[in-house]
C-alpha cells in the first residue's frame, strides 16, 4: 500500500512539473515567442514548418539564443532568434562580436533536402540526353512560366556542353487542373504518345516566343496549331489526337501534378538533382559541382 501511495505521489509531482505554469509551459514560452515572432515578421512559402530546436544562453544579458529550424521544399534552413528570459522581448537579425557574426554561427549553414529519386516515377517521362548518366536532373515546369523558359535556355546549353553526362527529365507542373497553362502541357503530353522526337519538338517549340503565343487560342486553336506542325515535320498524328480524346494526354499530366504535390512544390521551376531539390533558374556552376562529385 505504501508503495502504491508513493508511486501516485511520485506521478504527481511529474505532471505537476510539466503542467504548472512555472514548469514546461514557461519553457515552452520562450520558443513559442521566437516562432510566433520570426512567422509574423518573415515572408515565408505558405505551409512552410517552423520547429524549435534548442535554447541556451547567449551572449547577450538576461536573452536566451532560441534556435529553429526552417523547413522549406528545397532547404532546411536553421536561425537564432534572440528572446529575453520574460519571453517578450524578441531580436531578429545578426549578431557581432568583435567582428564575428556568432548568430550565424551558432545557427549553422542550411542543408538541401535529399529525396529518393525512385519516387519520381521518372521512366513515366521522356528524357533528353544521356540514358546512364551521372547527373539526373528532373524539372516540374510549366509552358506559362518566363523563369521555366529561361531555365530551360540555360540547361539547353549545358546539355549540349555536356553530352553523356546529364539526363534531363520533364515534369509538367501547370498547378491548376485547368485553364491555359493546363492546356499547353496536355498538348504536349499527348505529342508524347506520338514520339520522344516529336514531344521534345513540341516542348522546345512551346518555349519560344512563337510558341507562348499560343496560349493567346483557344484551346482547339492550340491544338491545331501543333498538329499542323507535327505533321509538317512527317508524324503520324493520330496517337496524338487519340491521347487527348481518350483522356491519356490529361491523365498524363495530373499524375506529375500529384507527384510533385507529394514534394510540395510551390514554384516553377523545381528541380531534384541526383535527389537534391532547388528552386529557381539553375546556374551552370551548380550542374558542375554535381558533375565533379
Known amino acids: 500500500m505504501v508503495k502504491k501511495i508513493i508511486l501516485v505521489v511520485g506521478v504527481l509531482v511529474v505532471l505537476s512539473i510539466f503542467l504548472s505554469p512555472n514548469g514546461f509551459c514557461e519553457e515552452d514560452k520562450i520558443a513559442r515567442a521566437a516562432i510566433e515572432t520570426f512567422r509574423s515578421q518573415t515572408r515565408l512559402p505558405s505551409g512552410t514548418e517552423i520547429l524549435f530546436i534548442e535554447k541556451k544562453g547567449s551572449p547577450i544579458l538576461e536573452f536566451y539564443l532560441v534556435k529553429l529550424l526552417i523547413v522549406l521544399p528545397d532547404k532546411e534552413v536553421p536561425v537564432a532568434v534572440y528572446v529575453d528570459k520574460s519571453g517578450e522581448k524578441v531580436l531578429l537579425g545578426n549578431l557581432f562580436v568583435h567582428g564575428e557574426n556568432v548568430t550565424m554561427k551558432d545557427a549553422g549553414p542550411p542543408r538541401l533536402k535529399k529525396k529518393d529519386m525512385a519516387l519520381l516515377e521518372m521512366d513515366k517521362s521522356l528524357f533528353t540526353g544521356a540514358k546512364e548518366a551521372k547527373v539526373t536532373i528532373v524539372e516540374f515546369s510549366n509552358f506559362q512560366c518566363p523563369y521555366c523558359m529561361d531555365s530551360w535556355s540555360k540547361l539547353t546549353e549545358i546539355l549540349k556542353k555536356y553530352p553523356g553526362e546529364i539526363k534531363y527529365i ?6 491548376e487542373p485547368q485553364g491555359k497553362t493546363f492546356d499547353l502541357s496536355e498538348i504536349a503530353a499527348a505529342a508524347q504518345e506520338v514520339s520522344n522526337e516529336a514531344f ?18 483557344e484551346k482547339g486553336g492550340m491544338t491545331q496549331q501543333i498538329e499542323q506542325m507535327l505533321k509538317a515535320k512527317g508524324y503520324n498524328v493520330e496517337p496524338f489526337r487519340s491521347a487527348l480524346v481518350t483522356g491519356k494526354a490529361k491523365k498524363r499530366v495530373q499524375e506529375d501534378i500529384a507527384i510533385g504535390n507529394s514534394l510540395h512544390v510551390t514554384a516553377t521551376p523545381t528541380k531534384i538533382i541526383n535527389g537534391d531539390i532547388i528552386v529557381g533558374s539553375t546556374p551552370e556552376d551548380v550542374v558542375e559541382r554535381y558533375l565533379r562529385k
Open 170 to 175: 520533364f515534369k509538367h507542373y501547370p498547378f
Open 200 to 217: 521534345w519538338t513540341v516542348h522546345d517549340f512551346i518555349f519560344t516566343n512563337e510558341g507562348q503565343a499560343l496560349a493567346a487560342l
